[in-house]
């Protein structure tokens, strides 16, 4: 017997009573497998896909990633997937960026200049200044300092620790959309909201059990 397609594991979801299906973004990105295991851990059922009408269908999609912004938006573009992240945005669909999936819903990057960016959400993103006594990447856990009330923080501690990855960081046009700072070597914007588009420069499907509620929040939304 052939394995499930995809598309037929969509449909198996969409008969289940009281049933969330996600969408987790596949655009040749890192880190995506350890996305789909969180979800597991936490008894959601989850589609790794690139399908239009898969992504369009789903209850929560997820941009997750690791690696270059110029490469991830080579991707997005050759798979349609940037055209699909504007029309999930548009339908009000709840989206997710993780990381890099974070950058790239923004205008530009320093890693690629010339590059344009989703420009779902404005602002742009910054390589970390060099500073005496911190490496970078920036890798390890650091505290947050929560504002303006986001949903993925429900249930948190005020400055849970959660795990970073990165070299580059946001600066949002607007500060309202963040509810989430932290500071290493400048101060970071580590998480936004804007109506359905949630987002975490930080890891938290790496961020133990703190990582494990906020992908709860998100699911449950």
């Known amino acids: 017997m052939s394995a499930k397609?995809?598309?037929?594991?969509?449909?198996?979801?969409?008969?289940?009573?009281?049933?969330?299906?996600?969408?987790?973004?596949?655009?040749?990105?890192?880190?995506?497998?350890?996305?789909?295991?969180?979800?597991?851990?936490?008894?959601?059922?989850?589609?790794?896909?690139?399908?239009?009408?898969?992504?369009?269908?789903?209850d929560k999609v997820i941009l997750p990633g690791v690696g270059a912004f110029g490469d991830a938006m080579y991707n997005l573009k050759k798979y349609g997937l940037d055209e699909v992240l504007r029309e999930v945005a548009k339908r009000q669909i709840p989206l997710l960026g993780i990381c890099l999936g974070l950058q790239l819903l923004f205008e530009r990057s320093d890693e690629t200049p010339g590059v344009e960016g989703l420009g779902i959400l404005k602002g742009e993103i910054l390589r970390i200044p060099d500073c005496p006594g911190l490496k970078i990447p920036h890798m390890g856990s650091n505290s947050l300092k929560l504002q303006n009330d986001g949903r993925l923080f429900k249930n948190l501690p005020e400055e849970p620790y959660v795990y970073f990855v990165h070299s580059y960081y946001l600066k949002a046009t607007d500060e309202s959309i963040v509810k989430a700072t932290t500071e290493y070597s400048t101060y970071i914007h580590a998480s936004v909201e804007q109506e359905n588009v949630f987002a975490c420069q930080f890891h938290p499907e790496k961020s133990s059990d703190t990582g494990l509620q906020i992908l709860k929040n998100f699911v449950e939304l």
């Open 5 to 58: 397609s995809s598309f037929e594991k969509l449909q198996e979801y969409n008969n289940r009573e009281n049933m969330r299906m996600i969408a987790i973004i596949d655009y040749d990105a890192g880190n995506i497998k350890s996305v789909e295991k969180a979800l597991k851990y936490l008894g959601e059922d989850a589609v790794i896909t690139r399908d239009r009408e898969e992504i369009l269908s789903a």
